[in-house]
């Protein structure tokens, strides 16, 4: 693994954090962090939880003397202070991931620091529109309009493809992510990850929610979460369906007749998610629509590094190798749910 870029504090050793302060404490016999830590609780004492008064962690992005910006910050912007070790160079990188292991630019990324527009953002006409977030003069969109960096008020925990680190590339963990309640800087509380959460920003994409159906149905969290939905039961050919996560598997992205049906009957479609996610090889849905064959989920090592792996990276929302985040493209999309002897 590439060391991600880290900085050194200028106020003496007694002071300064320990490797251990942010990345945990490694069993170097296994070779590998605890089995039973997870990315959320003070098991791993990463930066963002945990925080008692024996730690260290406030340091880890707090300077109290040497500091560049606001909040004691040793960058002059949030996304600047993120990157430190969030930059792509590593395991836990996000931004610049796809380009440092493939030297190809994403073809869909949030704009980070950048822009204040939404695409579907408008509730009635469903096209774009401006929302202020935090990013201050031009309250840009940033890092922290997602994610809550001291662990508060996050959304509950769920299941995603993989474990986010360097140890452990392959084992799908329970995680808040960081995401907040209130994304974006909504005054409700959205305690699922799915939808809901998506919509928070993207409010035309509710297609529930509007006098004309814009987009295309999706299922709201009554419905259905990222947590919790119809998904294949196995890789194998065959029909048979369970409810559990999205993540971890590749057999979430296909529904057969029997699943289009179930959520209809309920007015409901796929989440957000089931559309927009890591680029991947899903599988196959059968010609008449009644069974699915779910590619097999591959996870070998860090993001990009090997390119049979499915899904390859695991990154989003924040970039990803298809356009508007598509899990797969052009038609291969809606043949995931449709298949043309199926059609009215």
Request: with cysteine; charged share 15%; proline share 6%.
């Amino acid at each position: 693994m590439m060391p991600s870029l880290a900085f050194a504090f200028a106020e003496g050793s007694a002071s300064r954090a320990l490797c251990v302060d942010c990345h945990g404490a490694k069993n170097l016999a296994a070779g590998s962090l605890p089995s039973t830590s997870t990315a959320d609780t003070s098991t791993v004492t990463g930066p963002h939880m945990g925080y008692t008064s024996t730690s260290r962690k406030c340091q880890s992005c707090h300077q109290v003397h040497v500091a560049t910006a606001a909040q004691l910050l040793p960058d002059a912007t949030i996304v600047g202070t993120c990157n430190i070790c969030h930059d792509g160079t590593g395991g836990n990188g996000v931004y610049g991931t796809v380009f440092a292991r493939t030297s190809l630019q994403p073809a869909a990324a949030h704009r980070i620091g950048v822009t204040r527009s939404v695409p579907g953002g408008d509730p009635v006409g469903g096209g774009s529109i401006d929302m202020t977030f935090s990013a201050k003069p031009n309250y840009y969109l940033t890092c922290t309009d997602c994610h809550t960096p001291h662990g508060g008020n996050v959304v509950a925990a769920f299941t995603g493809d993989r474990a986010r680190t360097a140890s452990d590339i392959s084992r799908p963990i329970a995680s808040t992510r960081l995401l907040k309640k209130r994304p974006g800087g909504i005054t409700y509380d959205v305690n699922q990850y799915g939808s809901n959460w998506c919509i928070a920003c993207h409010k035309g994409r509710s297609s529930m929610s509007t006098p004309l159906v814009l987009n295309h149905p999706v299922a709201t969290d009554t419905v259905a979460t990222y947590n919790s939905l119809i998904r294949m039961a196995s890789d194998a050919m065959g029909g048979s369906t369970e409810t559990s996560s999205l993540g971890g598997s590749n057999r979430g992205y296909l529904m057969t007749a029997a699943t289009v049906g179930a959520l209809g009957a309920v007015s409901g479609g796929p989440i957000c998610q089931q559309c927009h996610e890591d680029s991947r090889d899903v599988g196959l849905l059968r010609a008449d629509s009644l069974q699915a064959d779910p590619a097999a989920f591959t996870i070998t090592a860090l993001d990009g590094t090997a390119g049979t792996d499915n899904p390859r990276f695991q990154n989003f929302p924040h970039e990803t190798q298809n356009r508007r985040f598509m899990v797969e493209t052009d038609d291969n999309l809606c043949l995931n749910c449709h298949q043309p002897a199926g059609l009215p």
